[in-house]
């Protein structure tokens, strides 16, 4: 589980916006750019070659 303290300072490396921890809370997910980055082992992969699409 990822805290929310470190959810509050990361933003997204396409658009320097916001993201938020999706519902399944397994990613973080910008809106504007339509990405999810994935989180492993509690670590938040920013890359945005790593992304996926926001469904």
């Known amino acids: 589980m990822i805290k929310q303290e470190l959810i509050d300072i990361l ?3 396409k658009c320097k916006g ?3 921890l999706n ?3 397994d990613g973080l997910q910008c809106e504007p750019c339509k ?3 994935e989180i492993r ?3 938040p992969i920013m890359l945005i070659d790593e992304a ?3 469904k």
């Open 18 to 20: 916001l993201v938020t």
């Open 11 to 13: 933003i997204c490396p």
């Open 52 to 54: 996926k699409p926001l």
């Open 41 to 43: 082992d509690g670590i």
């Open 35 to 37: 990405l999810i980055y």
């Open 23 to 25: 519902q399944k809370k």
